[in-house]
């Protein structure tokens, strides 16, 4: 998850720990706030094929 504060408002978003975009991210000021693990299971059926890090997709 990341947190940066735009115009007085927080701004919350999440992506995969993988994703290349997290550096971008960190350029523009996003700090990572917390890392949940295995956050992508509960979202797709254990034997599935799909990769679970959409950061990847």
């Given at each position: 998850?990341?947190?940066?504060?735009?115009?007085?408002k927080?701004?919350?978003?999440?992506?995969?720990?993988?994703?290349?975009?997290?550096?971008?991210?960190?350029?523009?000021?996003?700090?990572?706030?917390?890392?949940?693990?295995?956050?992508?299971?509960?979202?797709?059926?254990?034997?599935?094929?799909?990769?679970?890090?959409?950061?990847?997709?």
């Open positions: 998850m990341f947190e940066e504060t735009c115009m007085g927080d701004v919350t978003f999440h992506c995969s720990a993988t994703n290349n975009a997290m550096l971008l991210y960190q350029r523009f000021g996003f700090k990572p706030e917390e890392f949940i693990l295995d956050f992508y299971d509960k979202y797709f059926p254990a034997d599935t094929k799909d990769c679970k890090s959409l950061g990847n997709r």
